[in-house]
């Protein structure tokens, strides 16, 4: 070749290079990753999935016994469909699909029979809004209601709503119903009006013999229904301050059922005796950074914290900043697979002042939602959510909330055994966020004893969590003593305990959801070193291998690892704390 050509061919592939270089990694995984072996009972479930969706779809009443009888009919046919399936012959991932399959269909009965007993017992403070049910789940039903019996229907309920509460306001005791009991069945009513709102709108204006019998009637039993809520929340719950926390404890068979269901051998008891240890080494541990500090005590180190936060503004900038860290480190040190679109697929929003009231830190999922003031605070509260929402404690939660916890949740969720969704535990969701922040201390990603101490705020809050949700359900710890926990022993901002405590027990979450973060880690540190510990996994094969089985409690993914699925019932027999 002239030596002229040979120039102008290293010339140009000198200058290719760059933009060779400059190619995005791809975002299309590569085929091996793909699950590619069919399973038997994955359609199965999935199709379960669909049906409960399309039944509860169109069954969506309030305590409608309808609704009720209807799912009871779909979990026992199931349950008989399942028992046709000879397990023994098939392979590991369709025998754990039908033991988590069988203890799902059970428990969802239970807690009907629970919900049934529940409103059982709120009952005699709702006189004839059974009969409103049943207006509101024969219109789903597609029966057309007869308009004058429609109206004699509103207009007894109305009568027998406004006498208790004339019997009630002059003696709040007259059935001696407790302040729970009373907000359950305030928030049973309200429920109940907002499906007698669509009954009335679905037919009044289309059916002139409807609206002309039932107009009246339903705006008088509306207005009733209102004031009787009130009368039910403010008076006889003492809930007439909005920032009132009253929850509904479940008492402590309920518990040991669902930690039955969860697969977890210890008593709630227990579980309190293991959360008071854990926050004993985190005050141990709190002390040694606050020397590192030069801080007299922990509490004083936690006020220096609080004081570092970015100015207003500035803290999505360090979202991103801290989110990228967390990738680069996992990614550096071969800890789990992120693929390339993960890394970018996750959206940021901004928390409303409102809903700051009961979520006052970050939440996450699919996307980071972030807590921070804004101007239309009152002062005290602005100063509040800047501490609570400090540089040092924001670089412990969003690692939680994105990558490797929630967000690679979902990014695994959506693409790799999607039909265990059905099996979905906070064990497993929340739990997997936790365990990170254990693995990620222990290897040292706090790098500062002042990273450190944000790190070892959220761990001693998740160990208060656990004394505070099972104390209350319980019977033992009311909401405001949870508040002075939160307080006293993790170092909270009041208004900010109060709102985590007001979240804890608003209803949104099951009653051993707040105990699944730290008791879920800790399932998963064990897990860790019995099999990465013991060498017989990688760190990244075990963190993936995890994430491609899809949720489920923390004892079945033991299970599956260990590849010690039985073909029949899975055992709560896991000891994975040691109490000695």
């Known amino acids: 070749?002239?030596?002229?050509?040979?120039?102008?061919?290293?010339?140009?592939?000198?200058?290719?290079?760059?933009?060779?270089?400059?190619?995005?990694?791809?975002?299309?995984?590569?085929?091996?990753?793909?699950?590619?072996?069919?399973?038997?009972?994955?359609?199965?479930?999935?199709?379960?999935?669909?049906?409960?969706?399309?039944?509860?779809?169109?069954?969506?009443?309030?305590?409608?016994?309808?609704?009720?009888?209807?799912?009871?009919?779909?979990?026992?046919?199931?349950?008989?469909?399942?028992?046709?399936?000879?397990?023994?012959?098939?392979?590991?991932?369709?025998?754990?699909?039908?033991?988590?399959?069988?203890?799902?269909?059970?428990?969802?009965?239970?807690?009907?029979?629970?919900?049934?007993?529940?409103?059982?017992?709120?009952?005699?403070?709702?006189?004839?809004?059974?009969?409103?049910?049943?207006l509101a789940e024969a219109r789903r039903a597609l029966e057309y209601p007869d308009g004058r019996a429609s109206a004699d229907t509103l207009h007894q309920a109305r009568q027998a709503l406004a006498a208790l509460q004339a019997r009630l306001e002059k003696?709040?005791?007259?059935?001696?119903?407790?302040?729970i009991v009373a907000y359950r069945a305030a928030r049973l009513l309200e429920g109940v009006r907002g499906d007698l709102k669509q009954w009335q709108e679905f037919h009044a204006g289309y059916d002139p013999d409807f609206s002309w019998w039932t107009r009246q009637p339903y705006e008088a039993l509306d207005k009733q229904m209102e004031a009787y809520g009130t009368l039910l929340r403010d008076k006889l719950a003492g809930a007439q301050d909005p920032e009132t926390i009253i929850?509904?404890?479940?008492?402590?068979?309920?518990?040991?059922?669902?930690?039955?269901?969860?697969?977890?051998?210890?008593?709630?008891?227990?579980?309190?005796?293991?959360?008071?240890?854990?926050?004993?080494?985190?005050?141990r541990e709190l002390a040694k950074a606050a020397a590192e500090m030069g801080a007299r005590d922990w509490r004083e180190a936690l006020e220096i914290v609080k004081s570092r936060h970015p100015a207003p503004g500035e803290q999505p900038k360090l979202v991103v900043e801290l989110a990228d860290e967390a990738i680069d480190y996992l990614v550096d040190n071969d800890l789990v697979s992120v693929p390339e679109l993960a890394r970018r697929d996750w959206r940021m929003t901004m928390l409303s002042p409102e809903y700051q009231l009961q979520a006052p830190f970050f939440l996450g999922g699919q996307d980071v939602w972030v807590a921070y003031p804004t101007d239309t605070m009152p002062h005290d509260k602005k100063l509040?959510?800047?501490?609570?929402?400090?540089?040092?404690?924001?670089?412990?939660?969003?690692?939680?909330?994105?990558?490797?916890?929630?967000?690679?949740?979902?990014?695994?969720?959506?693409?790799?055994?999607?039909?265990?969704?059905?099996?979905?535990?906070?064990?497993?969701?929340?739990?997997?966020?936790?365990?990170?922040?254990?693995?990620?201390?222990?290897?040292?990603?706090?790098?500062?004893?002042?990273?450190?101490?944000?790190?070892?705020?959220?761990?001693?809050?998740?160990?208060?969590?656990?004394?505070f949700s099972l104390g209350f359900h319980l019977g033992k710890m009311t909401p405001d003593q949870a508040v002075d926990l939160l307080v006293e022993r993790v170092g909270h901002e009041r208004e900010n305990a109060r709102a985590e405590v007001r979240r804890s027990f608003a209803g949104d979450y099951g009653p051993l959801y707040q105990i699944a973060y730290m008791v879920g880690g800790l399932q998963f540190r064990a897990l860790h070193q019995e099999i990465v510990g013991a060498g017989k996994m990688g760190e990244r094969d075990f963190h993936d291998a995890i994430l491609k089985g899809g949720p489920m409690p923390v004892a079945a993914v033991r299970a599956r690892l260990r590849g010690e699925v039985p073909a029949g019932e899975l055992k709560a027999d896991w000891k994975f704390y040691d109490f000695d």
């Open 1 to 134: 070749m002239p030596r002229t050509r040979l120039l102008a061919s290293c010339l140009a592939l000198a200058l290719a290079l760059p933009a060779l270089a400059a190619q995005p990694p791809s975002l299309a995984p590569a085929l091996a990753e793909m699950p590619a072996s069919p399973q038997v009972l994955a359609p199965v479930v999935a199709r379960f999935r669909a049906d409960l969706a399309s039944l509860e779809r169109v069954r969506d009443t309030t305590a409608g016994p309808r609704r009720e009888a209807a799912l009871r009919q779909l979990y026992r046919d199931w349950q008989a469909r399942l028992a046709e399936i000879d397990v023994a012959p098939l392979g590991l991932e369709d025998r754990l699909d039908a033991a988590l399959f069988q203890r799902d269909l059970a428990y969802r009965l239970s807690q009907l029979d629970f919900q049934r007993q529940r409103y059982e017992e709120a009952a005699p403070l709702l006189p004839r809004v059974d009969t409103l049910i049943a």
């Open 171 to 179: 003696d709040p005791k007259a059935l001696g119903s407790t302040p």
């Open 247 to 283: 929850g509904d404890p479940i008492g402590r068979d309920a518990l040991l059922e669902g930690l039955r269901h969860e697969l977890i051998p210890y008593t709630p008891e227990q579980l309190m005796d293991l959360a008071e240890r854990e926050l004993a080494w985190c005050q």
């Open 384 to 467: 509040m959510a800047l501490r609570g929402n400090n540089r040092h404690f924001s670089r412990a939660v969003v690692h939680h909330e994105l990558i490797p916890g929630h967000h690679l949740q979902y990014f695994y969720n959506t693409r790799y055994q999607t039909h265990r969704e059905l099996f979905d535990t906070p064990f497993w969701g929340e739990g997997w966020a936790l365990y990170w922040e254990f693995r990620l201390y222990e290897r040292g990603f706090a790098k500062t004893p002042e990273d450190r101490i944000g790190m070892l705020f959220w761990r001693s809050h998740r160990a208060a969590r656990i004394l």
